[in-house]
């Protein structure tokens, strides 16, 4: 770990490593420094953390802690190799250099998210959004174009960089995924970029969810930004295929036929075929016994009609041993009328349950 990323020249740099000698060898010593590759592939140092003759038994590891300043000379070399257009050939690296008699084991390790000058800081501005709208650049909730709102920002030319948007269906998106280069309009982009429906000229499927992710520099700095775009809203919608969907987009295909809800299901009371009620025990169960208790429905079902009927046992006891009870609908109790419940006192002690019960079936005609 080196900090800061960022630095300037004169500032304190700090780097905390482990360092393990897989040698053979008994180190004498060793040397850290902090640098990068030039274009002529010359170690440049930026930080010596400077060298250590502690000594280091093979197989041992060591847990070391640096610090020291960024060099003028080297710090300005890499200032001036940037201000030139070009660019350090490896990024920021630290080096080892381990010493074994008169033998010298060299170790660069780069350092993945290090700026190298803090000049060449690329950055996407909060606010990047894309929404949907028509094909005249309208924004539109059930649209199938897409505009885009965007600011990136540099503090260097932005020669070399590039601006891409990377688009996936269904899933977020990454570098892997499907790109749209955007240097064409970049300066845009660095001007900030209000509701341009020119940017994004293709079509995105209202039924399904889209995810952009927009990356703006080059291979050693990148600065990224994501957005969702959720399906389309409709109030209801019949696919060609036979879907149905309340609340969106159908996802039925020729294939697979759906019938999809974004809203939540409520049972209201006045659903005819459905009833749910409470019965209390006329009295207490004695232990080992059962009961018979019939019920009667709030309002028959269809004359002739049997309905389902599912009872379970009500009871606020904290005692483990009353889960020996049990309740069951009569096998054949059931008519359009009403049912019985059964109890089973499985119990060491006598108990007075409540029951509470589902009924659908086929309402009577009025």
Not at 227 to 245: D, I, K, M, V
Not at 324 to 332: D, I, K, N, P
Request: glycine residues 12%; hydrophobic residues 40%.
């Amino acid at each position: 770990i080196v900090t800061p990323s960022v630095f300037l020249s004169g500032d304190t740099i700090k780097a905390e490593l482990s360092l393990t000698n897989t040698s053979g060898k008994r180190l004498t010593g060793y040397r850290a420094e902090l640098g990068f590759i030039d274009s002529d592939s010359v170690f440049v140092p930026l930080a010596d953390f400077g060298r250590s003759i502690q000594g280091f038994p093979n197989r041992s590891t060591r847990k070391i802690h640096l610090t020291a300043q960024a060099a003028g000379d080297g710090a300005e070399r890499l200032a001036e190799t940037l201000a030139g257009g070009e660019r350090a050939a490896e990024g920021l690296l630290l080096r080892i250099s381990a010493y074994a008699g008169s033998e010298t084991f060299v170790l660069d390790t780069p350092l993945d998210g290090a700026m190298i000058d803090q000049r060449f800081c690329p950055a996407v501005e909060p606010g990047f959004e894309v929404v949907r709208c028509d094909a005249g650049g309208k924004k539109k909730e059930s649209g199938e174009h897409a505009m885009v709102t965007a600011k990136v920002t540099s503090a260097a030319p932005y020669d070399g960089f590039a601006l891409k948007m990377y688009i996936a269906c269904g899933h977020p998106a990454t570098e892997e995924d499907r790109g749209i280069l955007f240097d064409d309009c970049a300066q845009a982009f660095l001007d900030g970029v209000k509701d341009d429906a020119t940017l994004m000229d293709e079509t995105f499927d209202k039924s399904r969810d889209w995810f952009f992710l927009l990356a703006w520099g080059d291979k050693y700095e990148t600065a990224y930004a994501e957005y969702a775009l959720a399906q389309a809203r409709t109030n209801l919608h019949e696919s060609s295929w036979g879907g149905l969907r309340l609340g969106g987009y159908s996802h039925s295909t020729r294939e697979e036929h759906f019938f999809e809800s974004d809203y939540p299901a409520l049972l209201y009371g006045g659903i005819e075929n459905l009833q749910a009620g409470y019965a209390a025990s006329p009295g207490a169960v004695n232990a080992g016994t059962t009961m018979d208790i019939p019920v009667k429905f709030r309002r028959p079902f269809a004359c002739g009609t049997v309905p389902v009927v599912t009872v379970s046992v009500c009871a606020k006891t904290n005692a483990g041993a009353f889960g020996r009870c049990g309740a069951a609908v009569l096998e054949g109790s059931v008519t359009s009328e009403g049912f019985t419940i059964r109890f089973y006192n499985g119990d060491s002690v006598g108990r007075i349950p409540g029951f509470s019960y589902i009924a659908l079936g086929i309402p009577a005609t009025a």
